[in-house]
């Protein structure tokens, strides 16, 4: 008798109808919405195809060619192709694609270059920066001592003079630049010699911006920092995961053995395809139209945000994110969030710097135009997208309003289908 249920290797997600009419609603969220999360973007059915592969099977565990386990040999191909990718686009020597996550890749490279304990000086979420730079309530927060840079109040942008007083007055092992709503140009090669001054190693997390750094329309970090992590999602417009770049051959076994198996084990080679493929996009000159799209679509964005009265933290963006204060208004974001997913705007709620308010109902909203770009948007849909969003900031309980805008957000979508 057959251990196998009839269908096995043939049927599809009509065979689950309760999990095939979830996948189809999100789809159809998607198709029929429009994604501002600076966290998320809309991958390419090639990604799609390479992340859904037969690779889901194969485990493997260690680099490429120096597996543990056997029946590599297609594995150890797409990883190395993935690898050499990485390092043409980003100009570096060297590359690790494991990591599940940026935060994994975070854990990892602090694993591998620090001792439990060690001061880090990294971002204050607070002010921009990223949990997975220190937040007490993880890992990261509990096993190393943080300490937390931020903004002038004045500028709301990083100060070199700031942060180097804190270097100097802390010591700390390694200095992190980066975070998750920050919108400006960094300065590396300043905050490298902080870094030199102080006997620290300097970290650089570009998830938010590594599409524009790999096409040379944001500051180069590489050349900088002793290592670079991201995502390779969000600007990347690539499959779920993250990424280590490095130059500096004496830190390959410390980095990579802090992946795995510091804090990971066997490779996602499913996910490492889809690497491989976003990669393979990024390298085509269409890449660098869409990142330049972006750009155009996030300051108009921002443009006409202000205009219509609300406030962009630090007047701008340099970026595809941006951060919006809803203080004007007299709206929080949480409220502002939930009325703008009911008329199909996805956005999050966000804290401002130095916000009076908690970050369960902050000051702000997180936006971008990294997805709205990649289905086809430009300046113009951008700026209807910021009337819509002021519009319903101001009246964030008027359902007839949500009800047409909701109406004009779906003819919008079907004049720019997704898959």
Not at 304 to 318: C, K, N, Q, S, W
Request: charged share 20%; proline share 5%.
């Amino acid at each position: 008798m057959s251990t196998l249920h009839a269908g096995y290797f043939t049927d599809g997600l009509d065979a689950d109808p309760e999990l095939a009419r979830a996948l189809r609603g999100e789809l159809t969220r998607q198709q029929e919405g429009i994604e501002l999360i600076a966290s998320e973007n809309i991958v390419s059915r090639l990604v799609l195809e390479a992340q859904g592969s037969v690779l889901t099977n194969k485990t493997v565990e260690g680099l490429p060619y120096a597996r543990y386990y056997g029946g590599a040999e297609y594995a150890d191909a797409i990883e190395a192709l993935a690898v050499e990718r990485a390092t043409r686009l980003f100009g570096c020597r060297f590359a690790n694609v494991q990591p599940h996550s940026g935060s994994n890749a975070n854990a990892g490279v602090f694993l591998g270059l620090l001792k439990l304990g060690d001061t880090i000086l990294s971002m204050d979420t607070a002010a921009g920066g990223h949990i997975s730079h220190g937040h007490p309530a993880t890992l990261t927060g509990r096993d190393y001592t943080i300490v937390r840079y931020g903004v002038s109040r004045e500028t709301e942008r990083i100060e070199l003079d700031a942060l180097r007083q804190l270097a100097l007055d802390h010591r700390p092992k390694m200095i992190v630049a980066g975070g998750s709503a920050y919108p400006f140009a960094l300065d590396f090669k300043g905050m490298r010699a902080i870094a030199d001054e102080v006997g620290a190693l300097f970290m650089v997390d570009m998830a938010h911006f590594a599409g524009l750094v790999a096409t040379g329309l944001y500051p180069d970090p590489v050349p900088h920092a002793h290592v670079v992590t991201s995502t390779t999602y969000k600007s990347l417009r690539g499959a779920r995961g993250g990424l280590v770049l490095w130059n500096d051959p004496a830190l390959s076994d410390r980095i990579n053995y802090g992946i795995f198996p510091g804090v990971q084990g066997s490779v996602m080679m499913h996910a490492v395809a889809g690497k491989a493929a976003c990669f393979g996009e990024a390298l085509r000159p269409e890449f660098a139209a869409y990142n330049r799209a972006v750009l155009d679509n996030a300051r108009t964005l921002a443009a006409h945000l202000a205009e219509a009265g609300l406030r962009i933290v630090g007047g701008g963006t340099d970026c595809g994110l941006m951060l919006v204060d809803l203080s004007p208004l007299g709206v929080t974001g949480d409220v502002a969030a939930k009325a703008l997913e009911k008329a199909g705007l996805a956005v999050n709620k966000n804290l401002i710097p130095f916000d009076a308010r908690p970050p369960e109902a902050p000051s702000g909203l997180r936006l971008s135009a990294n997805a709205g770009t990649a289905r086809g948007f430009g300046p113009d849909e951008f700026a209807t997208i910021a009337g819509w969003i002021a519009a319903i900031c101001r009246a964030p309980q008027h359902g007839a309003l949500l009800a047409r805008l909701q109406d004009e957000v779906r003819a919008l979508c079907a004049r720019f289908p997704i898959y």
